[in-house]
């Protein structure tokens, strides 16, 4: 829940018991997105299938610029994969202008090769977009359900519903760009709120 600059200042006057604190002991910082980013690019990377949704920052919701999946055959060797992805990026990037890019964060594989596929697109993304001058932040899987479902647990399934319920998109995204559409918009959520806890820019 968001903290206006006013109900802060008045929660602190009470635990100074009415007295101004000489020095704030806590300051509300802006989140990730700044009112300067309006469009937005979501990442869900994958060796196979990379997700990518770009939105636009609007009322009464936003817009959706792009969305899919960058999709590599099995047979492919892994730098085959990670060119195609990275050049896909350049495209999206170089055609809708975003000035910030989410990107789903780290998490905790039981199979080790996994993990290190996952690291190889995870880079290749993160490239791409810093190579474009873009602004990175991450976001846990979790967090991105929680906002978007509700519940940090939610199915693939329940993210792309709700994902095309929010948008307004006439079918129902693919699963690996819901993803990635559900990424910007937990950070669209969070727009112009203040937080104690800023987001991770990596």
Not at 2 to 22: D, E, H, I
Not at 107 to 136: K, P
Not at 178 to 192: C, F, S, V
């Amino acid at each position: 829940m968001g903290v206006t600059p006013q109900q802060f200042a008045q929660m602190q006057s009470r635990l100074n018991g009415g007295r101004r604190a000489a020095t704030p002991i806590l300051t509300p910082t802006r989140t990730a997105a700044s009112t300067s980013h309006q469009v937005i690019l979501g990442v869900d990377p994958s060796l196979r299938g990379t997700g990518y949704g770009v939105i636009r920052l609007a009322r009464p919701h936003p817009q959706t610029l792009a969305h899919g999946t960058v999709t590599c055959p099995a047979n492919w060797e892994h730098s085959r994969c990670l060119v195609k992805t990275a050049q896909m990026l350049r495209e999206v990037i170089k055609e809708h202008r975003p000035t910030v890019c989410i990107i789903e964060g780290l998490f905790f594989a039981q199979n080790l090769q996994t993990a290190l596929i996952m690291g190889e697109a995870r880079g290749a993304c993160l490239l791409t977009a810093a190579e474009a001058g873009l602004e990175i932040f991450e976001v846990a899987p979790r967090k991105v359900k929680q906002a978007i479902v509700g519940y940090g647990a939610a199915q693939k399934s329940a993210v792309a519903k709700m994902v095309q319920r929010l948008l307004r998109l006439p079918e129902q995204p693919a699963p690996d760009a819901a993803d990635a559409l559900a990424l910007a918009l937990t950070h669209a959520q969070e727009n112009g709120r203040y937080s104690f806890i800023p987001p991770k820019r990596i």
